[in-house]
């Protein structure tokens, strides 16, 4: 019923960015949240930003003045920029949507694949 799809991760030098994207397609009503998290090995997945319909965002404290979340003009896709990244960022990064579909008001949760950021020194 609905596809998610990640995109941009890599390997960068601690100061460098990444842009991270993830789009959803399908029989999709409406987005309630859509955010981004990541997991670390050995650490459990955290919340690094999220954003509602309404565009209100939160932000993990350790990301706050560096990493910036969106959504595209199309409203399936949200963005993550990450700016002076840091070692401590490397970890799998998870899209996740919060969304309704066609079928009735249930809110269901999609995960992106995940995608690998490593932050060398």
């Known amino acids: 019923q609905v596809q998610v799809v990640e995109s941009g991760g890599g390997l960068v030098q601690a100061g460098g960015s990444l842009r991270l994207s993830c789009a959803a397609s399908g029989s999709i009503f409406s987005f309630n949240v859509m955010g981004w998290y990541r997991q670390a090995p050995g650490k459990q997945r955290e919340l690094v930003a999220s954003?509602?319909?309404?565009?209100?965002?939160n932000y993990a404290d350790s990301v706050k003045g560096r990493f910036t979340i969106s959504r595209g003009n199309a409203k399936n896709t949200v963005y993550l920029q990450m700016n002076s990244l840091k070692p401590e960022d490397t970890a799998v990064y998870y899209c996740n949507f919060a969304l309704r579909l066609w079928t009735g008001p249930a809110t269901y949760d999609y995960w992106g694949q995940g995608t690998q950021v490593t932050v060398s020194t």
């Open positions: 954003i509602n319909s309404g565009n209100s965002t």
